[in-house]
């Protein structure tokens, strides 16, 4: 209630940004990005230029030498395993698959979620029931139980093929988000009036309602890519991810399986758990200002915090 | 130019979850419309009472469940390229011009599909030329500045402007224009329709002015058609229905719309007593190019809805 008090003390706040996310779409967000916006975007630039460098900053982490579990130190900073791997080497290479599954997945959840949410509600009748009643039953099906299934029964383990995995269990929940979404955008006028304008079919979907709908298209690559990394990890963490140390999710198994936790070598699991915690809170943080952007209600709380605190001084 | 006949309009809707059978909803129920070249006719009625959906029926974006439409009395083909001539034929304008433009694309390239879509334009600097020329004639200037912004940018009666002409791109016979003023400030609401009419004398339109506002249906049309619940109640020439209203619903109509500078309407239902010459009958007359300007009712003895509302009058009056 205190919001509404707020609102109520200066009302005229709330109205200088008219209707800003249905005005333009999804160009504004960079513009007016709060400093969730950036704090996320940094920290996944980091993530990403780390990973795109890995193969070059840890072209060998699996090489083992004879001084096993050692604390950081100058020669291993982030010391090393039982075993004798360069902890920091791993989590660079870890880096790489873990960002390369979020990114891959995520992009998976987004196709596969506009072609059953947006292309069923596009198209409207049968074509929206049938793809309805797919996304609800991905839907009810429980997600962890099934990705164990499907990744045991599948025989290679590559992390692009766990990143597909990931995502047909887990685009059901986007799909319907993008479908609520489209049926509202598709009932506006505009679209009406482009088909007066006798458009084709293709053209209003990719033209008139896609842009429309970039802001939740973006928020659900951005939750998608969250969701599968901590997928990942967790099945890695289970055994069950891709073999060799490549992901987070494995450093952590491996560690876990070297009793890690009882012989007090925090620099071999905590590195890889921290790496998960901040990159799920970067992205969780862009969902976040996505989120503002969309919702008129949670935008006046952002816009209203730093003029009171403006005022203060 | 073009006459615009719709005759015996149906449209049904199937109402969901009521019971094993499903319920039937008549938007539009049997409703006959003539519009000549020139000339505007006005829907009236208030919300509900179908009018949208026959505007919706007229550019088939809905399709009419029973009923013709006809062009000079050319019926015109259900396919894609039937519809697409049809429609370079019957134009829109949209009620709401803050949600019938979209708020992603600029002004210019909403003008500029309806003309290289309907085949107006062929080249460059033919488009440039078509679309300053449609800037112009529905006075928006500057039209370089305007053509490069985005809908909200503009103020709500630039952005009706460029409804209209979008809606004009196609070069049009007909326009429906289904409430277009209903969303914009009172003060810009006369300039639209002043512009809507000038375009009709000057393009010889036929219009289709959809409204609940009888005043302005009077100023700007020839023919007035009242609905309710889907059905025309009285039609006849704008001065007979206005001056002299004889369906009880039109008389409410007429009591809501306050007029200063006269006395409060005062609802009659016998008033047709009174005015031999305005038709009453049960049946829908029947509509031909000669007969729109009878001034027509529709009985009301078995219409239990406007029995209620006089009922309620009486008693509201007697007490």
């Known amino acids: 209630m205190t919001f509404s008090q707020q609102e109520l003390a200066e009302p005229d706040l709330s109205k200088s940004e008219p209707d800003l996310s249905d005005e333009t779409g999804g160009r504004r967000i960079v513009r007016r990005g709060s400093w969730k916006f950036w704090v996320g975007i940094a920290i996944c630039a980091l993530f990403a230029i780390i990973a795109a460098l890995g193969p070059l900053l840890a072209p060998n982490p699996n090489q083992t030498n004879s001084d096993g579990l050692q604390a950081p130190s100058l020669q291993h900073l982030l010391g090393t395993t039982n075993i004798g791997q360069d902890v920091l080497t791993q989590v660079i290479a870890g880096t790489t698959g873990s960002v390369i599954i979020g990114v891959v997945a995520g992009a998976l959840t987004v196709v596969l979620s506009m072609i059953f949410g947006v292309g069923g509600a596009f198209l409207g009748g049968k074509w929206d029931e049938a793809s309805s009643l797919l996304s609800n039953v991905f839907l009810v099906i429980p997600g962890l139980p099934l990705l164990i299934i499907v990744t045991d029964y599948v025989q290679s383990r590559d992390i692009l093929v766990i990143a597909v995995v990931i995502s047909l269990v887990s685009w059901a929940g986007a799909a319907r988000v993008l479908r609520a979404q489209t049926l509202s955008v598709r009932s506006r006028d505009y679209v009406d009036a482009a088909r007066v304008a006798s458009e084709s079919t293709w053209r209003i979907m990719l033209r008139e309602i896609l842009p429309n709908l970039m802001p939740i298209i973006a928020s659900q690559f951005v939750f998608g890519a969250l969701g599968a990394i901590l997928a990942e990890a967790g099945l890695s963490f289970l055994g069950l991810g891709a073999p060799g140390g490549r992901s987070w999710g494995s450093i952590l198994f491996f560690a876990q399986n070297a009793q890690a936790i009882s012989l007090g070598a925090w620099w071999w699991f905590v590195p890889p758990g921290l790496c998960i915690a901040v990159l799920g809170a970067a992205l969780g943080l862009i969902n976040f200002s996505i989120d503002e952007q969309i919702n008129p209600r949670l935008r006046t709380l952002a816009v209203l915090r730093p003029k009171a605190k403006r005022g203060g001084k | ?319």
Request: hydrophobic letters at 40%; glycine letters at 6%.
């Open chain 2, 1 to 319: 130019m073009t006459t615009l006949e719709a005759l015996h309009l149906r449209k049904d809707y199937r109402v969901r979850g009521s019971g094993w059978r499903a319920a039937r909803l008549q938007a539009v129920d049997d409703v006959s419309i003539i519009v000549r070249p020139g000339e505007t006719v006005a829907l009236v009625g208030e919300s509900g009472s179908g009018k949208s959906t026959i505007a919706k029926m007229l550019v088939r974006l809905v399709d009419a469940t029973s009923g013709t439409v006809t062009l000079d009395g050319e019926t015109i083909g259900q396919g894609r390229r039937a519809t697409k001539r049809y429609r370079s034929r019957v134009q829109m304008v949209f009620q709401d011009p803050f949600s019938s433009l979209n708020p992603a694309l600029t002004i210019r390239h909403q003008l500029t599909r309806p003309l290289r879509i309907h085949g107006i334009v062929h080249s460059a600097a033919e488009e440039e030329r078509e679309l300053l020329r449609l800037m112009e004639s529905v006075n928006l200037s500057p039209a370089k500045t305007i053509l490069a912004k985005y809908p909200h940018e503009l103020s709500g009666g630039q952005r009706q402007r460029v409804a209209i002409a979008r809606a004009l791109a196609p070069r049009p016979e007909v326009l429906i224009a289904d409430e277009p003023v209903s969303m914009l400030d009172v003060s810009i609401r006369l300039e639209i329709l002043q512009l809507l009419n000038d375009l009709k004398l000057e393009r010889n339109l036929a219009v289709l002015y959809i409204t609940h506002d009888l005043a302005t249906a009077r100023h700007f049309s020839s023919q007035i058609v009242v609905m309710r619940s889907g059905r025309v109640v009285e039609r006849g020439p704008s001065d007979a229905v206005i001056l002299n209203p004889v369906h009880p619903y039109t008389q409410f109509l007429v009591r809501a719309a306050p007029d200063p500078k006269s006395a409060p309407w005062i609802v009659d239902p016998n008033r047709h007593l009174g005015h031999p010459e305005v038709v009453v009958s049960t049946e829908n007359l029947e509509l031909t190019e000669e007969n729109t300007s009878v001034h027509w009712v529709r009985s009301w003895d078995d219409d239990a809805a406007v029995n209620t509302m006089l009922a309620s009058l009486a008693s509201a009056q007697t007490s």
